[in-house]
């Protein structure tokens, strides 16, 4: 994977200045300023949300982490940033038109608690709800894999970020 800092890369949002890791999918700037992005069964846009790994999380400090009780909560962001990405995003994916904001949460692809990046844009995405109930039993099964040793952190963070339905399956914890 290729690190790339990103400061300016995409004006329409205000991003914190920092160092993320891209997921598989390539990331393609026209995306967002060109097509509008589409949600398919629950999933994201892999233009528009490839996902994004914070490169502070590493194999070798998942202890100090990821797997550390509350230490989401020290890097989430702020409900006024995702709820204005929320509204710009909602915008984006033009098949979300005329649902309620309080419809959707503005979930992180690859999850915090697989050391997703807390304020990329293209790791955060309107996700519907119930689904994005469904998807945060998921995020803790792998969260355990990955703190028990039973998967490595990359694996995780790849197959969650391409599909998280699968991803249970394709890591042989179903």
């Not at 304020?119 to 469904?134: D, I, M």
């Amino acid at each position: 994977m290729k690190k790339i800092i990103i400061a300016a890369a995409i004006p329409a949002f205000a991003l914190a200045a920092s160092a993320f890791t891209f997921a598989p999918s390539a990331f393609a700037p026209s995306a967002f300023a060109s097509s509008a992005c589409h949600s398919s069964s629950g999933l994201p846009d892999g233009h528009c949300t490839p996902g994004a790994t914070w490169s502070r999380v590493t194999q070798g400090n998942i202890h100090s982490t990821i797997c550390k009780s509350g230490w989401t909560a020290t890097v989430r962001p702020s409900e006024s940033y995702t709820e204005a990405l929320k509204r710009s995003q909602l915008r984006l994916y033009g098949d979300y038109a005329g649902s309620k904001l309080s419809s959707y949460e503005e979930d992180h692809l690859i999850p915090l608690e697989l050391g997703g990046s807390p304020t990329s844009p293209l790791n955060l995405w309107p996700e519907a709800h119930p689904t994005s109930y469904t998807k945060d039993g998921v995020e803790d099964t792998l969260n355990h894999a990955v703190c028990s040793g039973r998967v490595k952190l990359a694996p995780a963070q790849r197959d969650i970020g391409h599909n998280w339905k699968t991803a249970e399956h394709v890591l042989g914890l179903k």
